[in-house]
């Protein structure tokens, strides 16, 4: 079974530029969540999407949105980038979105600078 | 939020020898999850454990929620088991939807 797959790895962008990252989840998996990680900050959530919908998000401006595709892939974008937003940014995906009884899987992530 | 804080920070070993790292927080959680960064920034899930005790090899964690903490111990170290560990606490806060909380990291460092 194929894991959550995260495209691209690297991408070089520069400030005001705006970004798309993309999300494959495990196949048969609904939820997929965002995660932020940068030196300072560690790892903060984003949102997360189920079947389509936005369950949850975190505080983040609104810069920061998302969707998700009837096959569950998942696509983020920034817009407007600043030179705080280099980060690593990491995908899970899950069956059901609720870790509270299930594990979530992480995709190795697509690392962001801007310039 | 819920303050989730991970210790030591950084920990050096030499092959062969065993770790313990801890993770306390400071709310009642629904769940908690223990994670490895490998180099190349994947965070693989090692342990999902809300109480008691798990093993898997050389690694076992435990959870005493009504303390708030947890264990993760490391036997055996070899250089493979570097990298950073994370915990996360999933939290329901007034409704359905929940979340994960990440501590900070222990950075794990096995020499040969």
């Known amino acids: 079974k194929a894991g959550v797959t995260q495209t691209p790895r690297y991408l070089i962008k520069t400030r005001g530029q705006q970004v798309t990252l993309s999300c494959s989840p495990i196949?048969?998996?609904?939820?997929v969540s965002w995660y932020q990680q940068t030196p300072g900050q560690g790892l903060q959530f984003l949102f997360e999407?189920?079947?389509?919908?936005?369950?949850n998000k975190g505080n983040f401006p609104g810069r920061f949105s998302g969707r998700q595709f009837s096959n569950s892939r998942s696509e983020m974008n920034v817009s407007t980038l600043e030179l705080g937003d280099s980060a690593l940014y990491l995908c899970a995906s899950s069956a059901l979105g609720t870790a509270a009884n299930e594990k979530l899987f992480f995709g190795s992530g697509t690392q962001l600078s801007v310039l | 939020g819920i303050q989730v804080e991970q210790s030591p920070p950084d920990l050096i070993l030499q092959e062969g020898a065993n770790s313990t790292l801890r993770c306390n927080f400071s709310d009642s959680v629904n769940n908690l999850q223990w994670f490895h960064q490998n180099p190349w920034g994947q965070l693989i899930n090692l342990f999902y454990i809300p109480s008691g005790t798990k093993q898997n090899g050389r690694l076992s964690a435990t959870t005493v929620a009504t303390e708030r903490y947890s264990l993760l111990y490391i036997s055996s170290s070899q250089t493979t088991d570097s990298g950073v560990y994370f915990c996360a606490v999933w939290v329901y806060r007034g409704s359905t939807l929940g979340r994960l909380y990440f501590g900070r990291g222990t950075q794990l460092t096995v020499w040969p």
């Open positions: 999407y189920f079947s389509e919908t936005q369950r």
């Open positions: 196949s048969g998996h609904r939820s």
